[in-house]
């Protein structure tokens, strides 16, 4: 299995831009989320989905669209770049059950700079 | 979930056990208690997780007290490739539809 992938691994925008951070997950989990990390802090949740076809809002919503057409993938899109969204971008995806473990496999990370 | 209290940094000798605590007071009857690391510019890696009872597994063991209002991992003999940032996070298990809650964590610094 290659666990999360994330693609690309580092891209720079210009201001205004548009652009899409791809994540994928072969181990075929329920639940995907992305995060962003700015430096120095903890990592914020952005948005999340439980299932093809369901999405919602985490904590730092504003500016980020998602989809997930299917199990494997969960997209993010920028939809108008700001330098305040200079960041490192990681996906995760977990299965859960009523049980707890609910251990989070993260990708390696996009590292995005918006000039 | 609930909020939890780490110190901002803390250093071990290799091969000696790093200790590393959490305060967690408002932690309620159905929250777990979940433990992850961050090594520099990757992904967080899960490392343990415990509801009361104290737990063990190949990477290390959660201490938890009986009031559950505090925690402790311990990496039982550190090695110069457990320098990370450890996170320490508290949630409701099966409910939480694949979100945690970061704070800011503890840099471990393991030095020769």
């Known amino acids: 299995n290659a666990g999360v992938t994330q693609t690309p691994k580092f891209q720079v925008l210009k201001t205004g831009q548009s652009m899409t951070l791809q994540c994928a997950q072969d181990?075929?989990?329920?639940?995907m989320s992305w995060y962003r990390q700015d430096p120095g802090m903890g990592l914020r949740l952005i948005h999340y989905?439980?299932?093809?076809?369901?999405?919602d809002q985490g904590e730092v919503p504003n500016g980020y669209n998602v989809s997930r057409s299917t199990t494997e993938d969960f997209p993010l899109r920028l939809l108008s770049a700001a330098p305040s969204q200079t960041s490192v971008y990681f996906c995760?995806?977990?299965?859960?059950?009523?049980?707890?473990?609910?251990?989070?496999?993260f990708g390696p990370g996009t590292r995005l700079t918006v000039l | 979930d609930a909020k939890t209290t780490q110190p901002t940094s803390m250093d071990c000798a290799e091969g000696r056990a790093a200790n590393l605590p959490c305060n967690h007071s408002t932690i309620s009857g159905n929250e777990y208690v979940y433990w992850y690391r961050q090594i520099h510019s990757q992904g967080p890696q899960y490392i343990i997780h415990?509801?009361?009872n104290n737990e063990t597994n190949e990477m290390a063991s959660l201490i938890i007290t009986e009031d559950r209002k505090s925690s402790t991992l311990i990496l039982p003999h550190a090695t110069l490739r457990d320098t990370a940032v450890y996170y320490c996070i508290v949630r409701t298990g099966g409910t939480s539809y694949g979100k945690l809650t970061f704070g800011q964590g503890t840099i471990l610094t393991v030095h020769p």
């Open positions: 415990g509801l009361k």
């Open positions: 989905s439980v299932g093809a076809g369901i999405t």
């Open positions: 995760a995806s977990s299965f859960e059950t009523s049980g707890s473990r609910n251990e989070q496999f």
């Open positions: 181990m075929n989990h329920e639940y």
